[in-house]
């Protein structure tokens, strides 16, 4: 008969890596639920940013697309719940003067790329829903109506009855999929959208 050995070593072996393992998760989730977004302003390198062929002034003009992408690649790990944060280098005292402008223009583009999301997500609701009801339609057509109209077989309802069946799963599961797991990727990007607009701005002066 085997006598099972208590062993104390290997037991605080495993409690030392389950708090290891659970230190690391912390670490991790903290850095990703606070995300710096790295600007530098100066007056020779400020025109970068915007669009070259924009010629309206500072606070409304376009930013560039690849000032854009490198903004969307900063907060690539970015959760749910993440918060951002604009840190603005600024060379000297007198490059203070375009924050104000510039960081302005970060939150417009935003701003206004978050009520266009919304709206694309509204048109998505409504065509979902409009697409749920005509295809609720059909299928209370299908079930109530022709069943009615075509012969009384047995053996020829029976067949029937299947393939309404078949056919009111087949013509109502776009619809369903739609409203039940595509609201989520909308969602998401008008929250990133809205924190963006939103994030704070921590200005430093490059020593």
């Known amino acids: 008969m085997s006598i099972a050995v208590y062993q104390p070593a290997h037991f605080f072996t495993w409690l030392n890596k389950l708090f290891y393992f659970r230190k690391t998760t ?7 639920e606070k995300i710096n977004i790295f600007l530098m302003v100066d007056q020779s390198s400020i025109g970068d940013h915007f669009n070259p062929n924009d010629p309206a002034p500072l ?12 903004i969307m690649t900063s907060i690539e790990s970015a959760k749910r719940h ?14 203070r003067q375009y924050t104000e402008a510039f960081i302005y223009a970060i939150r417009r583009h935003f701003s206004a790329r978050k009520l ?24 209370m057509i299908c079930h109530g109506i022709v069943p009615m109209i075509l012969p009384g077989e047995e053996g020829f309802h029976s067949a029937l009855r299947n393939g309404l ?9 776009q619809p369903i999929d739609k409203l039940v797991f595509h609201w989520n990727p909308h969602l998401k ?3 990133i959208m809205n924190r963006l607009a939103n994030a704070e701005m921590i200005i430093t002066e490059n020593a």
């Open 59 to 70: 606070y409304k003009r376009q930013l560039s697309h690849l000032f854009q992408q490198y």
């Open 189 to 191: 990007e008008i929250s």
């Open 165 to 173: 069946d078949i056919f009111s799963w087949v013509i109502l599961w």
């Open 116 to 139: 266009l999301l919304t709206e694309r997500f509204e048109k998505f609701k409504r065509r979902s829903y409009k697409l749920l009801f005509a295809s609720l339609t059909v299928v």
């Open 82 to 95: 993440s918060v951002f944060y604009y840190k603005i280098t600024c060379k000297n005292e007198s490059d």
């Open 26 to 32: 912390s670490l991790t989730n903290s850095l990703t």
